[in-house]
């Protein structure tokens, strides 16, 4: 039998998979994605794509694979970007077909589920309003899970704006529309979630001081001006004296809005959002744990858009630097804060600041540096190299001095010997020798305040079940010697009886996923009793003393 050549074997191949439909593509790509192989279904999806290029279905089903990518995805630097193919792709589709139904939801579904600041949310929120009026005029019984997920996906949105009263208006709709059903209790759950923080917020405007005359005077100005941007800048300002910061930024970016070109405005604006920053977490964090990640990117980015306006300013520019090092690393500054720095140290800048460049300088590459080491444990856990990371940064016990605490008391004592690029999660807390919860000691702001809302430690959210967070809630530590005293009371305020009791600590680092949970018991009573647990590298040493 005669050979066919190369050339008539490439041929009759590309003739085959021109021969594939759409539909063919789309369920070859969705078995490989039941197969979790991932690759294979992307790879044959771009094959469609380049086949298909005025298929909205194909477009809709490469852009869902994308989303599935995501998911598997820990490295922020490349999520982002695979984000952005799915998007792109569903957006595409609806060009093609702006009925297409799947493209909009999962458009919709994904914009409002993913962080405000990558930018999707009010686009989001647009396409699940057109599907919830489509479905509820249709009357179609077949799409009723549909639309309890577009109310419930429109609940999401509108709480992540902070527009709260239609937040409650659609999940009340997913509990009218399924009652009795698991989305009906997560609705609930999130209109108790809303109502408790507007509970927070009414009890905090009370405690706010009230506006000062010339805060007034101002206001009552802008009421007959409405766009005057001296009265704009001039209430930002004000509001800035007074380090109430939120209201600075709703007048300030009224102001930017109204002249984009006043590098002083952006000034003022950039100060503000690093304020919010900089302050300590609050009952915000529980309806939208990206909150103060939209905020580092709100910063950057005004900053950005200064340094535009005024290249030459070597200050902003220093300011810019600093604010990239100090941001968390998902924000992505690093390296432009590093040329800023440099640039600033060989500018003709006083020495003052050329100083501060040299040290923010050295603190940009530490974590440059510490990315390394992080890859290090993660990526190569029991490599030689991993343990030598670990010794290189943990610690040494240090000792205080107790005799100023009222006895009895128990003292817990321990180290953290490991940094992340985000202060980790972590808890102490007490219980009975039979595992009975007694009292939460301390829990890191994020996790005490969003609460149910929060996955980083599982073993203490189930075992206080968020009873007594709010006067134990700190802000989070890190890599070192920390010190906790219990004063031998529970939760309600009681003194507990002599027993034998269980000191827990447990921590969780991000982005690297390292956790690790210790424990120590001791009798208390009339005599001294002290356990030392030394085990595992995040949470090497843990002392528990009881001091009667």
Same mark, same amino acid.
């Given at each position: 039998?005669?050979?066919?050549?190369?050339?008539?074997?490439?041929?009759?191949?590309?003739?085959?998979?021109?021969?594939?439909?759409?539909?063919?593509?789309?369920?070859?790509?969705?078995?490989?994605?039941?197969?979790?192989?991932?690759?294979?279904?992307?790879?044959?999806?771009?094959?469609?794509?380049?086949?298909?290029?005025?298929?909205?279905?194909?477009?809709?089903?490469?852009?869902?694979?994308?989303?599935?990518?995501?998911?598997?995805?820990?490295?922020?630097?490349?999520?982002?970007?695979?984000?952005?193919?799915?998007?792109?792709?569903?957006?595409?589709?609806?060009?093609?077909?702006?009925?297409?139904?799947?493209?909009?939801?999962?458009?919709?579904?994904?914009?409002?589920?993913?962080?405000?600041?990558?930018?999707?949310?009010?686009?989001?929120?647009?396409?699940?309003?057109?599907?919830?009026?489509?479905?509820?005029?249709?009357?179609?019984?077949?799409?009723?899970?549909?639309?309890?997920?577009?109310?419930?996906?429109?609940?999401?949105?509108?709480?992540?704006?902070?527009?709260?009263?239609?937040?409650?208006?659609?999940?009340?709709?997913?509990?009218?529309?399924?009652?009795?059903?698991?989305?009906?209790?997560?609705?609930?759950?999130?209109?108790?979630?809303?109502?408790?923080?507007?509970?927070?917020?009414?009890?905090?405007?009370?405690?706010?001081?009230?506006?000062?005359?010339?805060?007034?005077? *101002?206001?009552?100005?802008?009421?007959?001006? =409405? %766009?005057? $941007? !001296? &009265?704009?800048?001039?209430? @930002?300002? +004000?509001?800035? #004296?007074?380090?109430?910061?939120?209201?600075?930024?709703?007048?300030?970016?009224?102001?930017?809005?109204?002249?984009?070109?006043?590098?002083?405005?952006?000034?003022?604006?950039?100060?503000?959002?690093?304020?919010?920053?900089?302050?300590?977490?609050?009952?915000?964090?529980?309806?939208?744990?990206?909150?103060?990640?939209?905020?580092?990117?709100?910063?950057?980015?005004? *900053?950005?858009?200064?340094?535009?306006?005024? =290249? %030459?300013? $070597? !200050? &902003?520019?220093?300011?810019? @630097?600093? +604010?990239?090092? #100090?941001?968390?690393?998902?924000?992505?500054?690093?390296?432009?804060?590093?040329?800023?720095?440099?640039?600033?140290?060989?500018?003709?800048?006083?020495?003052?600041?050329?100083?501060?460049?040299?040290?923010?300088?050295?603190?940009?590459?530490?974590?440059?540096?510490?990315?390394?080491?992080?890859?290090?444990?993660?990526?190569?856990?029991?490599?030689?190299?991993?343990?030598?990371?670990?010794?290189?940064?943990?610690?040494?016990?240090?000792?205080?001095?107790?005799?100023?605490?009222?006895?009895?008391?128990?003292?817990?004592?321990?180290?953290?010997?490991?940094?992340?690029?985000?202060?980790?999660?972590?808890?102490?807390?007490?219980?009975?020798?039979?595992?009975?919860?007694?009292?939460?000691?301390?829990?890191?702001?994020?996790?005490?305040?969003?609460?149910?809302?929060?996955?980083?430690?599982?073993?203490?959210?189930?075992?206080?079940?968020?009873?007594?967070?709010?006067?134990?809630?700190?802000?989070?530590?890190?890599?070192?010697?920390?010190?906790?005293?219990?004063?031998?009371?529970?939760?309600?305020?009681?003194?507990?009886?002599?027993?034998?009791?269980?000191?827990?600590?447990?921590?969780?680092?991000?982005?690297?996923?390292?956790?690790?949970?210790?424990?120590?018991?001791?009798?208390?009573?009339?005599?001294?009793?002290?356990?030392?647990?030394?085990?595992?590298?995040?949470?090497?040493?843990?002392?528990?003393?009881?001091?009667?």
């Amino acid at each position: 039998m005669k050979k066919l050549s190369p050339y008539v074997i490439i041929l009759l191949m590309a003739s085959f998979a021109l021969s594939k439909t759409a539909d063919e593509f789309i369920e070859e790509a969705q078995t490989y994605v039941n197969s979790n192989n991932l690759e294979q279904a992307i790879a044959t999806m771009e094959q469609a794509v380049k086949q298909y290029p005025d298929n909205s279905s194909v477009h809709t089903h490469m852009g869902l694979i994308y989303s599935e990518q995501v998911k598997t995805i820990k490295d922020f630097s490349k999520l982002f970007g695979v984000l952005t193919q799915a998007f792109t792709m569903w957006d595409r589709a609806l060009e093609l077909d702006s009925n297409n139904f799947e493209a909009r939801f999962y458009r919709g579904a994904w914009g409002v589920s993913i962080p405000k600041f990558i930018g999707h949310t009010e686009k989001g929120i647009h396409d699940l309003e057109f599907i919830a009026t489509v479905i509820e005029q249709s009357g179609d019984p077949m799409l009723q899970e549909y639309l309890i997920q577009a109310y419930q996906y429109l609940g999401t949105g509108y709480q992540k704006l902070m527009f709260l009263q239609k937040a409650k208006d659609y999940y009340a709709l997913v509990i009218k529309t399924a009652p009795n059903t698991d989305f009906a209790e997560q609705a609930q759950d999130n209109i108790t979630r809303i109502e408790k923080f507007e509970q927070w917020q009414a009890e905090n405007a009370k405690k706010t001081q009230p506006d000062t005359p010339h805060i007034l005077q *101002l206001k009552q100005r802008l009421e007959q001006e =409405p %766009d005057n $941007l !001296e &009265l704009l800048s001039g209430l @930002g300002q +004000a509001y800035i #004296e007074t380090e109430r910061y939120q209201e600075a930024v709703t007048f300030l970016q009224r102001a930017v809005r109204l002249d984009s070109t006043n590098v002083g405005f952006y000034k003022l604006l950039a100060l503000s959002l690093q304020n919010l920053v900089g302050g300590e977490y609050d009952a915000r964090i529980a309806l939208d744990s990206d909150f103060r990640t939209d905020l580092a990117f709100a910063v950057m980015a005004v *900053l950005d858009k200064a340094a535009t306006l005024a =290249p %030459d300013d $070597l !200050e &902003l520019k220093l300011w810019r @630097g600093i +604010a990239g090092v #100090e941001m968390p690393f998902f924000v992505g500054q690093l390296e432009q804060s590093i040329d800023d720095l440099h640039a600033v140290v060989q500018s003709n800048i006083p020495d003052d600041n050329k100083a501060e460049a040299l040290y923010w300088l050295g603190v940009a590459y530490q974590k440059k540096s510490m990315g390394y080491w992080i890859e290090t444990i993660t990526e190569h856990s029991s490599s030689d190299a991993a343990q030598m990371v670990f010794n290189r940064i943990t610690p040494q016990v240090e000792r205080v001095d107790l005799a100023k605490y009222k006895k009895p008391i128990l003292v817990i004592d321990f180290i953290l010997g490991f940094r992340d690029e985000l202060a980790p999660q972590t808890a102490v807390w007490i219980e009975d020798k039979d595992g009975k919860f007694i009292k939460t000691v301390y829990v890191s702001g994020f996790s005490g305040y969003a609460q149910g809302k929060q996955i980083n430690l599982p073993i203490w959210a189930n075992a206080s079940e968020f009873t007594d967070v709010d006067g134990v809630t700190a802000a989070s530590i890190d890599l070192g010697h920390h010190i906790y005293v219990w004063d031998l009371k529970n939760a309600a305020g009681k003194k507990v009886k002599p027993a034998e009791y269980t000191v827990l600590v447990e921590v969780s680092y991000w982005p690297s996923m390292q956790y690790q949970r210790v424990s120590g018991s001791v009798k208390t009573g009339k005599k001294k009793a002290k356990v030392v647990i030394e085990e595992g590298n995040l949470i090497p040493y843990l002392e528990v003393e009881y001091i009667p």
